[in-house]
Each structure stands twice: as structure tokens, then as C-alpha cells.
């Protein structure tokens, strides 16, 4: 199970969309409302810096919005990554578990880049900047690409196999 390549892929894929839950996935500095607008998995918040960026003691939260939808969705295609993992002995299932974790992925970054967008409508003379955590479930499409490939390839093999006897 663990000697075949989309077996580490798969695990990888987990990792990256679990590194969504750790990272931010947006961030905005608004210098002259002395404020930072900050977006993870669960949650995009307003923080007033009472004019100081480096000095956390004297922040405040001005406005939290729930944004869970993106945390679960990517707690849902960790856990059917590591699933599929599992599912080694039937591979056609294992490539639809991967077509599932696939639109999963495609989901979390929608709606990321969906929350973004509503978000800088708010102050559109600042620009926010994407960080890492936006970035992690595009590198968990690729890799869960790169596992079907070699799932579909194994499948192949043992056809030619089981046509040669």
C-alpha cells in the first residue's frame, strides 16, 4: 500500500488541504483606518491596531464573519484523501473517490477566491494579498491529478495482465 507512489500523493493531498486550516488565506493592511483584515478556514475578521502593527496587546476585533463552509469543505477532502488511501484493493473506486476529492478541492478554492472578492469590494482603494493558505488546495488538485493518473495506470496494467492469461 504505502510502496506505490499515488498512495504518498494521496497523503500528500490530505496534508496540503489540513495546511488550509493553518494558514491564512487573505490578508489586508489598511494603514489609514489603522486596521488588518485577516481570512483563515473559519472565519474573516476585522482587527483595529489602535495605530500599531507590531504591538498585538492593544488590538481589538471589530467584525468577525463565520466563513466555516471553507474549513469543512476542506476537512471533507483531507478525510476522503485519506479514504481513498485505504481503498488500494478496488481502484475504480479509488478514482471515483478522487474525482469526488477533486470537485471538493474545486469547491474550497471557489468559494476562497468567491469570499476574496466580496471582501475587497468592502475598501476597494486597498488591495489585500493572497497568502499560503489560498494556494495549498490548487497544489492538492495537482497532486490528486497526478495520483488518478497513476491509479488509472496500475488499473491498466492489471487488465494487460488479466488479457495475457
Known amino acids: 500500500m504505502i510502496q506505490r507512489i499515488q498512495t504518498v500523493l494521496l497523503l500528500c493531498v490530505a496534508v496540503c488541504m489540513g495546511m488550509v486550516l493553518a494558514y491564512f488565506i487573505w490578508a489586508e493592511v489598511n494603514e489609514s483606518n489603522n486596521t488588518v483584515s485577516v481570512m483563515t478556514a473559519f472565519k474573516m475578521e476585522v482587527i483595529d491596531t489602535a495605530g500599531t502593527l507590531s504591538d498585538k496587546s492593544d488590538d481589538t476585533v471589530v467584525s468577525t464573519t463565520s466563513t466555516w463552509y471553507i474549513g469543512v469543505l476542506a476537512i471533507a477532502a483531507s478525510l476522503v484523501a485519506i479514504f481513498s488511501v485505504f481503498q488500494f484493493k478496488n481502484r475504480l473506486n479509488q478514482m471515483k473517490l478522487g474525482a469526488l476529492n477533486a470537485l471538493l478541492m474545486a469547491a474550497t478554492l471557489g468559494l476562497s477566491f468567491y469570499n476574496i472578492s466580496e471582501f475587497e469590494k468592502i475598501s476597494p482603494e486597498i488591495q489585500g494579498s493572497i497568502q499560503a493558505g489560498f494556494f495549498f488546495p490548487a497544489a492538492a488538485m495537482i497532486l490528486n491529478i ?12 492489471v487488465k494487460s495482465v488479466d488479457r495475457i492469461r
Open 146 to 157: 497526478l495520483a488518478n493518473r497513476f491509479i488509472r495506470k496500475d488499473e491498466k496494467l
